[in-house]
């Protein structure tokens, strides 16, 4: 019999927002027996990429990289962002370990190519090592992932900390039944953004292209469900999208991906 394993990932919104973010922490810090976060940051890059006077550029909710932006990144998602939700579960009394794809070689990507859209120095998973993280969590250390990756041939890449998330919870199912929890500020995938009591309670595939064809799912819900839908048809066991409520309260309103 496996054992459990919970890959939790935590949205940009909540990363930038200290007492949401706090709140989050320390339900994942509750969670029992192996865990690993992966967490965006895009906000924050975004706000500091106008500081810095760089515009950033955004197709069908993911971010297009060029020199200058992925620097910025590199800055925001493997610096502050990370650092930050280190400290604080070190705070809640976990051993947690700041990561990039660079570090123990544990995300290898390549630099997307270029067909119909220049995504820049974005990275597409290629290998995720899964030895580093099971090394980790049987220490009782909790990986916490950036959406850093590199090449292996010196060079950073931006990979989607959507895709990272479900990339990492498919090499991981192997040896352990995954839940992968996408943690946001909204109860689950809406049928109304001004309702956010309407929530979805469960999302086939053929019900997601029928709702995105409609415009009621749009923008950076596209990508998380892609990624949510290929988790879930290459081994995870169960994937949820809601918010921090639901980490508390298994009965709380809640999107489950079937």
Known sequence: ?????????????LVNDAIALQEVLAAFAGLKGA????????????ALAKQLGISPKMVDGRRITDAAMLE???MSYAGLSNKKIVSQLQKQGVNAVGLTGADGNCIEAVKRPVLDIDYGFAGDITQVNTAVFSSLTTQDFVPVLCAITHDKNGQLLNTNA?????QVAVAMSKAYDVTLFYCFEHAGVLTDINKPEDVISLL?????????????????????????????????KEVIISNVAALLDANAPKTTLI
Do not use: C, W
Not at 3 to 11: E, F, P, R
Not at 215 to 233: E, R, T
């Open 1 to 13: 019999m496996k054992s459990a394993l919970h890959i939790l990932k935590v949205g940009g919104h």
């Open 35 to 46: 865990k690993l976060l992966v967490h965006g940051g895009g906000r924050h890059a975004t």
């Open 72 to 74: 910025v990144a590199v």
């Open 162 to 166: 959507d895709t990272i998330a479900a």
């Open 204 to 236: 086939t595939k053929e019900e997601t292209e029928n709702y995105t064809k409609a415009g009621i799912i749009h923008q950076g819900m596209v990508p998380k469900l892609h990624n949510g839908f290929d988790a879930l048809n290459n081994g995870v």
